[in-house]
């Protein structure tokens, strides 16, 4: 599974950003993706998760109420809709996707349960 995440930028606090993540490749399997974000000298960050057949979705604390996870099955797309956007919202933000496995805590929020990483697309929220 090949990952292609887009759609970061700078916006200043209070702003809107969609981010997208293009899965190609052997999808089939694909159970659950999710963002996770990262900024220098920290490990990387759960955000949101969804399972991809359902659309069932978790999130972190911090960004419930904000930020949106969905998908479009037929374009194996998965999107962040992030609103009411804030300066510590500010880091690279990467999607993940695993095979297999259940949409459960405290998998789907652990970094290293996902098999599948896009590039990451930065993210720069100013005050």
């Known amino acids: 599974v090949q990952l292609q995440a887009s759609g970061g930028g700078l916006v200043q606090a209070g702003g809107s950003l969609r981010l997208s993540c293009a899965a190609s490749?052997?999808?089939?399997?694909?159970?659950?993706m999710a963002w996770f974000r990262q900024t220098p000298g920290r490990e990387r960050e759960f955000v949101a998760a969804?399972?991809?057949?359902?659309?069932?979705?978790a999130y972190t604390d911090s960004v419930k109420g904000r930020f949106t996870i969905s998908r479009d099955n037929d374009k194996s797309t998965m999107y962040l809709q992030m609103n009411r956007l804030k300066p510590e919202d500010t880091a690279v933000y990467y999607c993940?996707?695993?095979?297999?496995?259940?949409?459960?805590?405290?998998?789907?929020?652990?970094?290293?349960?996902?098999?599948?990483w896009g590039q990451g697309t930065q993210v720069t929220v100013s005050s």
């Open positions: 969804t399972r991809w057949r359902t659309g069932t979705a």
């Open positions: 993940g996707a695993k095979s297999g496995g259940y949409f459960s805590a405290p998998d789907y929020y652990t970094w290293d349960w996902y098999e599948h």
């Open positions: 490749g052997r999808t089939a399997n694909t159970n659950v």
